[in-house]
C-alpha cells in the first residue's frame, strides 16, 4: 500500500516563500515518476510541478515557473517543492503523489498514491 504524507504548508503573505516535503513509503521509489498537485476550492485538481527519478526531467505549470522548484532526495523517498514569491492565486491544498506521466503540457497522477495533503494559505 502507497503512503504519502505532506508537510510544510501553512499561511504565509504574499511574496514570501514555503518549503513543502513529502514522504513516501510502499512505492518502489527506483524509476517513480513524482509530482506536487493542488486543488483550490471549487476547483479542479491540477498538476503544479513533476519530477523524474533522474531527476532531469521536471515540468512546471506555467503559473509556478520561474518561483517553484522541484527536488527529489531517492536514497530517503522524499519529494520536496520549494515555492518562492507565493501568490494569492497560490492558495490551494496541495498533494504529494506518484505520477502516470508528464510531459511539457501536463503531469497527470497516479489514483493509487494521494495522501492527505497540506494547505497552504497565501494572504494579500
Known amino acids: 500500500q502507497v503512503q504519502v504524507a505532506e508537510s510544510g504548508g501553512g499561511l504565509m503573505q504574499a511574496g514570501g516563500s514555503l518549503r513543502l516535503s513529502c514522504t513516501v513509503s510502499?512505492?518502489?521509489?527506483?524509476?517513480?515518476?513524482m509530482g506536487w498537485f493542488r486543488q483550490a476550492p471549487g476547483k479542479e485538481r491540477e498538476g503544479v510541478a513533476c519530477?523524474?527519478?533522474?531527476?532531469?526531467?521536471?515540468y512546471y505549470r506555467d503559473s509556478v515557473k520561474g518561483r517553484f522548484t522541484i527536488s527529489r532526495d531517492n536514497a530517503k523517498k522524499t519529494v520536496t517543492l520549494q515555492m518562492n514569491s507565493l501568490k494569492t492565486d497560490d492558495t490551494a491544498m496541495y498533494y504529494c503523489a506518484a505520477v502516470k506521466f508528464f510531459n511539457s503540457m501536463e503531469c497527470v497522477g497516479r489514483d493509487d498514491s494521494w495522501g492527505q495533503g497540506t494547505q497552504v494559505t497565501v494572504s494579500s
Open positions: 519530477i523524474s527519478y533522474d531527476p532531469t526531467l521536471t
Open positions: 510502499g512505492l518502489p521509489f527506483h524509476g517513480a515518476l
